[in-house]
């Protein structure tokens, strides 16, 4: 029989082992952060792109009935489910001359993607936009 020689047993050592879990314990901390502002990045641009078209479809709509749409199914747009599951989509049409128009795009509260703390969106007819209290997109 032969005697098991410690210097050919082959493995790891638990200080290799906890060296590797501390290394991928830092860079997780740095990680998730990050991808999850990405994500909340992401979900805002899909809907300044929507808003834009809403914008978009407001403009045509005023050449043809002198006045603005009051809401998305009568510019026949439906608001994207990337958009809905993140954004409720609102349209303010007050009855004034000249008409005007502003999109409010208001993130629903307790989403795991954290969306609610982004701040409202807004889009006017003069093409101003405002993200939370900051004057541009």
């Given amino acids: 029989m032969q005697s098991v020689n410690a210097k050919h047993v082959k493995g790891f050592t638990l200080i290799e082992i906890m060296l590797v879990v501390a290394i991928m314990g830092v860079i997780a901390a740095i990680a998730i952060p990050q991808y999850k502002q990405y994500v909340i990045r992401g979900n805002r641009a899909a809907a300044q792109s929507f808003m834009m078209d809403v914008a978009s479809r407001q403009k045509q709509f005023l050449l043809d ?7 998305l199914p009568t510019l026949a ?6 958009v809905a599951k993140n954004y409720t989509i609102t349209l ?46």
């Fill in 65 to 71: 009935a002198r006045a603005y749409a009051p809401d």
């Fill in 77 to 82: 747009l439906v608001t994207p489910n990337d």
């Fill in 92 to 137: 303010n049409v007050p009855n004034v001359v000249p008409p005007t128009f502003t999109i409010i795009a208001t993130p629903i509260p307790g989403k795991p993607q954290a969306q609610a703390g982004d701040g409202n969106l807004t889009l006017n007819d003069a093409g101003t936009q405002t993200h939370g209290a900051i004057t541009h997109w």
